[in-house]
């Protein structure tokens, strides 16, 4: 009757560990940058040295997911004097949730780090300026705002 007793109990404490467990993994789960981190291969194409200032209308907002495996991020393309280029801003997780709105037809000045992505020029944005109001998304060495509890 002892072990008996003994055996339902363990059962009952497994069981018990096995169901917390997986109460415990239905809550928030740590996903990381998504591919968008300074240590990352997109993180690493930034470069201080090529940063530029451009000005121009917005002509079109996107999802974008600039390499296998990375979470979707957001990118823009904007019509200069000179030039139609793609944008590259940051993960989407943390551009949906800024209170700078960007839309189709908004004059806007970028600056950012001019790189060639997939054969063509692009800018990965460090900020944009919108009338008065600034959207931060890297400091001056390209880290971006979203790691910056990581520093």
Same mark, same amino acid.
């Given at each position: 009757? !002892?072990?008996?007793? /003994?055996?339902?109990?363990?059962?009952?404490? @497994?069981?018990?560990?096995? #169901?917390?467990? +997986? /109460?415990?993994?239905?809550?928030?789960?740590?996903? *990381?940058?998504?591919?968008?981190?300074?240590?990352? =291969?997109?993180g690493r194409i930034y470069n201080p040295a090529t940063v530029e200032t451009i000005a121009g209308?917005?002509? *079109?907002?996107?999802?974008?997911? =600039?390499?296998?495996?990375?979470?979707? *991020?957001?990118?823009?393309? #904007?019509?200069?004097?000179?030039?139609?280029?793609?944008?590259?801003?940051?993960?989407?997780? /943390?551009?949906?949730?800024?209170?700078?709105?960007?839309?189709?037809?908004?004059?806007?000045? #970028?600056?950012? +780090?001019?790189?060639?992505?997939?054969?063509?020029?692009?800018? @990965?944005?460090?900020? @944009?300026? !919108?009338?008065?109001?600034?959207?931060?998304?890297?400091?001056?060495? *390209?880290? =971006?705002?979203?790691?910056?509890?990581?520093?």
């Amino acid at each position: 009757m !002892k072990k008996f007793t /003994f055996l339902t109990a363990m059962i009952f404490v @497994i069981s018990l560990s096995l #169901v917390s467990e +997986s /109460f415990a993994q239905t809550g928030m789960m740590w996903r *990381g940058s998504g591919g968008w981190g300074t240590g990352t =291969p997109y993180g690493r194409i930034y470069n201080p040295a090529t940063v530029e200032t451009i000005a121009g209308e917005v002509t *079109g907002i996107d999802k974008i997911t =600039p390499f296998r495996g990375m979470n979707y *991020g957001v990118h823009m393309t #904007v019509k200069t004097d000179k030039e139609v280029i793609s944008i590259h801003l940051g993960p989407g997780w /943390f551009i949906e949730n800024q209170d700078v709105n960007i839309n189709n037809g908004d004059k806007v000045e #970028v600056k950012g +780090s001019r790189v060639t992505f997939n054969g063509k020029p692009a800018i @990965i944005a460090a900020e @944009i300026k !919108k009338g008065k109001d600034v959207l931060k998304l890297r400091d001056e060495n *390209g880290f =971006p705002v979203w790691s910056g509890w990581r520093r």
